[in-house]
């Protein structure tokens, strides 16, 4: 779960019933999505008429304090850097694996392609897991072939190749962005994946 997207689509004052309307889910998963939004820092609860809870959602933070974001963790292992739109700093502690996965779900073509970096450093049971909970688990895959054709990377073992050549996934690595890569149509037709890098984007790496 990409839960500043979520803040994205229900920003603003809200109430239990009004998360349900809006996100068309029951009321005991509405009560989880706030409470993680809450301990993630999106969320300041108040009182309103009646003494109703109202919830003040907010999809950009600015904390004064917390652990590494997805933003330091790529900047610290990757050779391609990034500027944070926002001063975010995370309230929980993420891996690389989470940093890898919120890279990929934040649908922003810098950000994947800096992400790339990560996969030297990656655990890959973890990161199968949670490719798997978020449904892009190719799309994981055919990114990893693709670094691998620019610097040497650590090689994947058969088994996880199979297991994720098996699993789910998006057609397009960004929805925005259906093109087809000039360059890697021999991965995309393996891993029935849309690429949106050429060569031309991927020469930071050798900078």
Known sequence: ???QELAKRIEGFQTVFSVVKTLNINNRTAINYLH?????GYLKVSRGR???RMYYIKPFIKPKGGYPSMYNIINKYSKVKLTPRYNYISHYQISIEEAL???LNSQDFRTILASLGLFNYVNWSKLYKLAKKEKIA??????YDLIRKIIKIKKMDKRTRNVLLRSEGKKYIIKEFKL????FGD???IW?????????DLAVYKE
Not at 36 to 40: A, P
Not at 138 to 143: E, W
């Open 1 to 3: 779960m990409d839960y």
């Open 36 to 40: 993680e939004l809450k301990k993630r």
């Open 50 to 52: 009646n003494k109703i």
């Open 101 to 103: 996965i919120q890279a």
């Open 138 to 143: 190719r799309n994981v895959g055919v990114l």
């Open 180 to 183: 087809k890569s000039k360059d």
């Open 187 to 189: 991965l995309e037709k």
């Open 192 to 200: 029935k994946v849309f690429i949106p890098f050429n060569k031309e």
